[in-house]
Every structure is written in structure tokens, then in C-alpha cells.
């Protein structure tokens, strides 16, 4: 079983960027679809999908909400998975989960959360406005 490590959150004014990093240990690292959400602390909702990539990066899916602004890239050699955060509004404010899956690529499961069996501890982005 994989285990995925969040860093890059913190603080950043409205039409800011944030670079979020999710850093994978254990696992055939290259057998796992690697995806981002989002969640609110507090609100009775299902985390968020925000982007997908397969297992090469050359496939990718984004929520609408954020397609145009983030982008998500991976690295196999250092196992990590990136977020690029561009045009950041105080709607992206959230705690960011990293999570990953060996059930494939499914454009029909691939953005909700149930689809993913591993998942990292969060990390926080706010965006002041």
C-alpha cells in the first residue's frame, strides 16, 4: 500500500499561486492513479474532486472549477505528484488531500473519492481575498 505525503499549503492573497506536492513511499508507484480533492473543515459534504492523472501523467481530469487554473503533473523517478495553483480565489480555500488508486483509469470513477483507497493526512491552502 502506498503512502502519500501533502506539503506546499499555506497563505496567499486572491489571484496568488500555490504549488502543492504529494510525495508517495511504498507501492509500484507506476501501478497507482493519483488524484487531488478538496474539503471544508466543518461542512457535511463529500470531499471535492480537483484533478486526476493516470499512471504515465499523460492523462488528466480536472473539476470545471478549476480547469484552466490548476494543473497537475507527476514525476515517476521522484514518485511525487504536483498541483500548480494559478489564479487562486477565496473559494479554493480548503484542506487539499492527495489519494491514490490501483483501479485504474475510469473517467467515470476517477473523480470521486470512493474510487481511491489511499489517501495523505491534508494540507491547508487559504486564500485571502
Known amino acids: 500500500q502506498v503512502q502519500l505525503v501533502e506539503s506546499g499549503g499555506g497563505l496567499v492573497q486572491a489571484g496568488g499561486s500555490l504549488r502543492l506536492s504529494c510525495a508517495a513511499s511504498g507501492g509500484t508507484f507506476t501501478t497507482y492513479v493519483v488524484g487531488w480533492f478538496r474539503h471544508v473543515p466543518g461542512e457535511e459534504k463529500e470531499r471535492e474532486f480537483v484533478a486526476s492523472t493516470n499512471w504515465s501523467g499523460r492523462a488528466t481530469l480536472y473539476s470545471d472549477s478549476v480547469k484552466g487554473r490548476f494543473t497537475i503533473t507527476r514525476d515517476n523517478d521522484k514518485r511525487t505528484v504536483s498541483l500548480e495553483m494559478n489564479s487562486l480565489k477565496s473559494e479554493d480555500s480548503a484542506v487539499y488531500y492527495c489519494?491514490?488508486?490501483?483501479?485504474?483509469?475510469?473517467?467515470?470513477?476517477?473523480?470521486?473519492?470512493?474510487?481511491?483507497?489511499?489517501w495523505g493526512q491534508g494540507t491547508q491552502v487559504t486564500v485571502s481575498s
Open positions: 489519494a491514490a488508486t490501483t483501479l485504474g483509469w475510469d473517467v467515470e470513477y476517477i473523480g470521486k473519492s470512493r474510487h481511491y483507497d489511499s
